[in-house]
């Protein structure tokens, strides 16, 4: 599955990563690869939690 990622410098220097199809999806990171691996995670674990609220 592909989704739009957007990628942000936050306040504190860090990279804000966010998804805007998956409601509650962000994470960041200290450069693009860590911001994009710590969004994955995130992605993934909202996707869960909806299916999780689906199958109840």
């Known amino acids: 599955m592909k989704l739009k990622v ?7 220097g860090w990279l804000v ?9 962000i994470s ?9 691996d710590n969004i ?3 992605i993934e674990g909202c996707l ?3 299916d999780e609220r689906v199958s109840e």
């Open 6 to 12: 957007l990628i942000s410098e936050g306040e504190d």
């Open 17 to 25: 990563a966010e998804c805007p199809s998956i409601p509650g999806s």
């Open 28 to 36: 960041q990171g200290k450069n693009p690869q860590e911001a994009l």
């Open 40 to 42: 994955r995670e995130a």
């Open 48 to 50: 869960e939690v909806m």
